[in-house]
């Protein structure tokens, strides 16, 4: 059994910093891309930020330049810094990572990490 877990959420004032956290547990041969998607109320669930397993990125317009993707030496965490923080980042924000178990890679989500920027 696959598992995401997130952490690191929270309540921040506007220019504050987040650091996201998730790592994957279970059964794991072989973890592909892993990525960063939110999801504000009454809105359409978007691409944040993602990261290759050869440490490539892509980025949202909307955050470039305030957010930074990372693995970790492990492979099965993956970080989402978040600087400069505005009111519309406000969301929840999911992992989501292609993960092969034993023999194909399926897409896997953690349970979502609350982000509130308000002052």
């Known amino acids: 059994q696959v598992q995401l877990v997130e952490s690191g959420g929270g309540l921040v004032q506007p220019g504050g910093s987040l650091r996201l956290s998730c790592a994957a547990s279970?059964?794991?041969?072989?973890?592909?891309?892993m990525g960063w998607y939110r999801q504000a109320p009454g809105k359409q669930r978007e691409l944040v930020a993602v990261?290759?397993?050869?440490?490539?990125?892509n980025y949202a317009d909307s955050v470039k330049g305030r957010f930074t993707i990372s693995r970790g030496n492990a492979k099965t965490l993956v970080y989402l810094q978040m600087n400069s923080l505005k009111p519309e980042d406000t969301a929840v924000y999911y992992c989501?990572?292609?993960?092969?178990?034993?023999?194909?890679?399926?897409?896997?989500w953690g349970q979502g990490t609350q982000v509130t920027v308000s002052s």
């Open positions: 279970g059964t794991i041969l072989s973890i592909n891309d």
């Open positions: 990261i290759t397993s050869s440490g490539s990125t």
């Open positions: 989501n990572a292609y993960i092969k178990p034993l023999i194909q890679y399926h897409s896997y």
